[in-house]
């Protein structure tokens, strides 16, 4: 059975500001990672995980209708930046039947 495919795009922050050891060991065991490392992720490697991706973490999720054509399994977009930003277009993202959750009470 295949995991399910996460992309995880941390940039700007670091994947040890944001991840416990334990907690990325999870990441790992239960999704197919896409990227996952420190610095923004290849757009080549972006597009080609779209089309698969459930979830996005990003620390600057840029969403909008045209990225949710490219990624129709696409129901979660985590933001870990602290912030909402501009860069989604919620309602594309809500009419899609997508989640868009943010970091940023933890961040208080």
């Known amino acids: 059975m295949s995991k399910p495919v996460l992309i995880l795009d ?3 922050r670091s994947m040890d500001e944001l991840f416990s050891e334990a907690v ?3 990441l790992f065991e239960f999704y197919d990672v896409i990227w996952g490392q420190d610095g923004p992720i290849p757009q080549d490697s972006l597009d ?5 991706a459930e979830v996005l973490i990003s620390a600057r999720p840029r969403v909008t209708a ?3 054509a490219q990624a ?3 129901r979660t977009i985590i ?3 602290g912030a909402f930003p501009d860069t989604n277009d919620y309602n594309a993202c809500f009419d899609a039947g997508g989640e868009i959750l943010s970091c940023a009470p933890g961040f208080r």
Do not use: F, I
């Not at 080609?48 to 698969?52: C, E, F, R, S, V």
């Open 48 to 52: 080609a995980a779209l089309p698969h």
């Open 66 to 68: 045209q990225t949710l």
């Open 24 to 26: 990325r060991s999870e």
């Open 72 to 74: 129709p399994q696409l």
């Open 79 to 81: 933001e870990v930046s």
């Open 10 to 12: 941390p940039d700007w």
